[in-house]
């Protein structure tokens, strides 16, 4: 425009202004509103959703009421340019982030219901946001003028050298996508690496894999090297698990007897103690004629992994106390050693000592009599 700046224009800039703040803060407490009904379902989506829009809405509302301020305002072509191309690239990376956030947080909340446990794959989670944000900032620079046909050659130059930079880290990368997505690791799982390493699977991510121990400690496993070890998955195909402890009780005893004494302890066990499977069905089974006992195993289920210490402690307790109870003894082992002469053999005679002379004493010649005390040496 060439017309000069009056008064009428600053105040329908300022009631444009006013308007997009007011609508931002009115948006602002109505999705809050919804943002509390959204907690009370079971879909976690609806509460990630309204989330992102109590952040969109508001900034949108804002960038609305200054959109037609400036369009009031007597700008030159040029300037009305610049900003119309300023507020357009500001929405579309509000946009932007606002979307990634949202499907970061779908992708999140899919894989916490496939894997029914508070932790996550943080890698897909990451991967869906670089790349939203990636495809946003590049329509922003489309939107401002700016061309992205030079930049997209010269990353794809520049991303070959990236990644012969970034063997290690890509391979991680890829190999933690192809854990993910064999579905061989999942969060929550409880794995044993042949190397000692176990524990439960916390996190996953682009880098590393996060395991806690039984003792509550992390250890950070590179994916790379999860990938390539053998490894055993106590949460596939389920994770209730058999657990075997090997007992063994006298020859006199009568197995019948031990049998049907131990069979009473295992559905004690698996009823009162919890992480024990209600449903189990006991067995034992006899293997072994051993040096002083007979050895047989007791088979036991467990719930998951970390329940079988429990498990054990309680039915080897029960199981002591009841053989007590009922005289089955659990004998300790034992080896006796006889030694025994053939009578054909001759005796080997027993070599009678030798006197060792001593040696001669030396002569010692007496000293004389000390003086008495008192008395002189020199006789008067």
């Not at 779908?106 to 990451?126: E, P």
């Not at 009162?272 to 040096?291: C, K, L, M, Q």
């Not at 289920?301 to 402690?313: A, C, M, N, P």
């Not at 199981?319 to 054909?344: C, F, K, M, N, W």
Request: hydrophobic share 50%; charged share 15%.
């Amino acid at each position: 425009m060439n017309r000069s700046l009056v008064l009428h224009d600053w105040v329908v800039a300022s009631i444009a202004m006013i308007v997009g703040i007011a609508a931002a803060l009115l948006l602002r407490l109505v999705l809050t509103w919804l943002g509390k009904h959204a907690r009370r379902t079971r879909w976690s989506g609806d509460d990630i959703i309204v989330d992102a829009l109590r952040t969109i809405a508001p900034w949108a509302a804002v960038l609305a009421g200054t959109a037609v301020a400036a369009s009031a305002l007597p700008l030159t072509a040029r300037v009305a340019g610049i900003v119309n191309h300023t507020l357009t690239a500001l929405f579309v990376l509000i946009v932007t982030f606002t979307a990634a956030r949202v499907v970061a947080g779908l992708v999140q909340s899919l894989a916490q219901s496939r894997t029914g446990v508070a932790g996550s794959a943080t890698i897909f989670v990451n991967i869906t946001r670089v790349v939203v944000v990636a495809m946003g900032v590049l329509v922003a620079l489309e939107t401002v003028g700016i061309s992205i046909a030079p930049l997209l050659t010269a990353l794809g130059v520049g991303g070959l050298a990236v990644a012969l930079a970034l063997q290690d880290t890509l391979a991680n990368l890829f190999a933690g996508v192809h854990i993910l997505a064999s579905k061989t690791v999942q969060p929550g799982d409880c794995i044993r690496l042949s190397t000692g390493e176990e524990g439960y699977v916390v996190d996953i991510n682009w880098r590393n894999t996060v395991v806690r121990n039984l003792s509550n400690n992390l250890v950070i496993i590179p994916n790379g090297r999860l990938a390539r070890t053998n490894m055993t998955n106590y949460a596939r195909p389920e994770a209730e698990l058999t657990v075997l402890v090997q007992v063994g009780v006298g020859y006199d005893s009568d197995l019948e007897h031990v049998e049907r004494v131990t069979l009473e302890v295992i559905d004690g066990v698996m009823a009162d103690i919890a992480g024990a499977v209600p449903g189990h069905e006991a067995a034992i089974r006899f293997h072994t004629f051993a040096d002083s006992r007979i050895n047989f195993t007791v088979i036991l289920g467990v719930g998951e992994f970390s329940d079988q210490y429990r498990i054990k402690h309680e039915f080897i307790k029960r199981l002591h106390r009841r053989y007590r109870e009922e005289g089955i003894s659990i004998p300790a082992p034992a080896r006796t050693v006889s030694l025994q002469r053939d009578p054909a053999e001759p005796p080997v005679p027993t070599p009678t000592p030798t006197p060792v002379p001593m040696p001669p004493v030396p002569y010692q010649r007496e000293a004389p009599p000390s003086p008495l005390p008192g008395r002189s040496g020199k006789r008067s």
